[in-house]
């Protein structure tokens, strides 16, 4: 399956979200903060104030989602006969790359009934108008997102879920700290090989890398999900030889989990690749364009009704 190119990048100036917990959250409010974005709540039950992005989780719902196996329609599925858990064979790695591949091949391309450029050429089109913030480096965007958190320094460094930190600079600071000294660090969740700790004197953050034996790169999901497994095994989540031996099975179970659902993704790639290739190509437009039909032409048991916050 080829890689199809996603115009997507920069830092948004406001951004509009409901008031789920996750949004809510003090990380949320400081990252926005960090990036200048202006941080916009919608009243409770009111999914107009953000209609697009309500749209767009309804069309990937009844165009994507739907046709997966596994899928509940959104609804109760007793009367139909089907059962979704029954069907559910693919793992989260195989749907995501399947979602990137609709998104890129056939939502990014196809206009919508009312306009006549595609996401991807609004996306083109917008940026000319009115340019894209982009970070001065990876790293300054990569603190600004990640999470703070605070801990005690000891002469063993800093530990964030049973996470052992230690550097050189790390042991310096030790040294000349009171004990009991809180140092505040932030964290990234998608890769906790290395956090950033704020000097107390200084104001300025550097890099202390976790000295544990574990494998690399390592999410903090993850890391939760090893942790979890291991009180379901009967094993002590704060012992790193037992989280060792919960990863080890845990590994397992991803790689039988993904044997099974390989027939699925293939099946899947292939619908996908023959909808961005197929006969809803417009002559004359360039990048392969799709135009979305007048009426949707799908099963009665896919006609989902769209509820705000239902995926």
Not at 23 to 31: D, I
Not at 52 to 77: D, M, Q, S, Y
Request: net charge neutral.
């Amino acid at each position: 399956m080829r890689t199809e190119y996603w115009p997507a990048f920069g830092i948004a100036d406001i951004l509009a979200v409901d008031n789920g917990l996750d949004l809510t959250s003090g990380g949320t409010r400081e990252a926005c903060v960090a990036l200048a974005i202006d941080l916009l709540f919608t009243p409770p039950r009111t999914p107009w104030y953000k209609g697009v992005i309500e749209r767009f989780g309804r069309t990937v719902n009844t165009r994507f989602i739907h046709w997966l196996p596994g899928t509940t329609l959104g609804k109760a599925t007793s009367d139909l006969g089907y059962n979704g858990a029954d069907e559910a064979v693919l793992t989260f790695s195989v749907f995501k790359e399947l979602l990137e591949q609709y998104i890129t091949t056939i939502h990014n391309k196809t206009p919508s009934r009312k306009r006549v450029l595609s996401p991807e050429r609004l996306f083109v089109k917008g940026c000319q108008s009115w340019p894209v913030r982009i970070p001065t480096s990876m790293s300054e965007f990569d603190a600004a997102v990640a999470l703070s958190k605070n801990a005690v320094l000891q002469q063993s460094g800093l530990t964030f879920l049973r996470l052992q930190y230690q550097s050189d600079a790390l042991g310096a600071l030790w040294n000349r700290s009171p004990n009991g000294t809180r140092l505040q660090f932030k964290v990234n969740p998608l890769n906790l090989r290395t956090i950033q700790v704020r000097h107390p004197a200084t104001g300025e953050y550097f890099a202390v890398d976790c000295v544990d034996d574990f494998q690399w790169p390592r999410t903090l999901s993850m890391h939760l999900a090893v942790r979890a497994h291991a009180k379901t095994m009967g094993l002590s989540p704060d012992e790193r030889r037992s989280l060792a031996r919960a990863e080890n099975d845990l590994m397992k179970k991803y790689a039988d989990a993904a044997k099974n659902s390989a027939r699925a993704l293939r099946r899947m790639q292939a619908e996908l690749l023959r909808q961005s290739q197929g006969d809803m190509a417009v002559e004359g437009i360039a990048d392969q364009v799709f135009m979305e039909p007048e009426s949707d032409s799908y099963p009665d048991a896919f006609d989902a009704v769209y509820e705000d916050e239902n995926v």
